[in-house]
């Protein structure tokens, strides 16, 4: 009897340590896995967060272009950024002018005459004999731009003749030649 008392203590310890351990494991189980379930609603919170943050944005973009003749041409587009490192990269040949949340300006310095003057303009002299280019046909009242007083008496007939009725700006090359031959008249009193 003294013998199934021990074997009895002995199958009930091993009882309760089996209980502890398997009690144990499933607290250890739990734990882990809502930590972990935890961890992944948290890890979808913040994926979620980053994608609110890196999401597309969308704003407005003014592009100015200065040209040679002192003209400025402004473009207005609505951009979409999908990548801050592609949106800069595509305009790396501009210069941030201003920007503000909704809104960048760039600017460009553009190494040609404006289509302005291409499609409409045309060296011209004004009444006090200053060397001028308008938009169409020479007229006091559209002077675009005005460059210097030339010593009328130094012009030839043609030439004056020329100015009076208007010269048209071709291209960037014909423009820089009317201005190097007229330079030549330049007055003396400036």
């Known amino acids: 009897m003294k013998l199934q008392r021990t074997q009895r203590k002995h199958i009930f310890s091993l009882l309760l340590s089996l209980t502890l ?3 144990g494991f499933m607290l250890w189980n739990t734990t882990v ?12 919170q913040a994926e979620s967060e980053a994608y609110e943050v890196m999401g597309p944005q969308t704003i407005n973009v003014i592009l100015e272009r200065v040209y040679l003749d002192g003209e400025k041409s402004e473009e207005r587009i609505q951009e979409t950024i999908w990548s801050m490192e592609d949106f800069w990269a595509y305009y790396e040949d501009w ?6 949340e909704n809104e960048m300006i760039f600017r ?6 404006s289509p302005l003057l291409k499609v409409n303009g045309y060296f011209g ?15 006091e009242e559209r002077v675009i731009q005005s460059f210097f007083q030339l010593d009328t008496a130094k012009l030839k007939s043609r030439q004056h003749s020329e100015l009076r009725k208007g010269i048209p700006v071709q291209d960037l090359k ?9 330079g030549q008249y330049k007055s003396a009193q400036m």
């Not at 896995?33 to 979808?44: H, L, T, Y």
């Not at 460009?108 to 005459?113: L, Y």
């Not at 014909?174 to 007229?182: A, M, P, R, S």
Request: no cysteine; aromatic share 6%.
């Open 108 to 113: 460009k310095e553009v190494n040609d005459i």
């Open 125 to 139: 002299i004004t009444e006090d004999g200053i060397l001028s280019i308008y938009e169409g046909q020479p007229n």
């Open 33 to 44: 896995i809502e930590g972990s379930q935890k961890k992944s609603n948290s890890q979808k």
């Open 174 to 182: 014909h423009y820089e030649e009317v201005l190097q031959v007229f």
């Open 95 to 100: 210069n941030l002018v201003d920007q503000s």
């Open 21 to 23: 351990i398997v009690m």
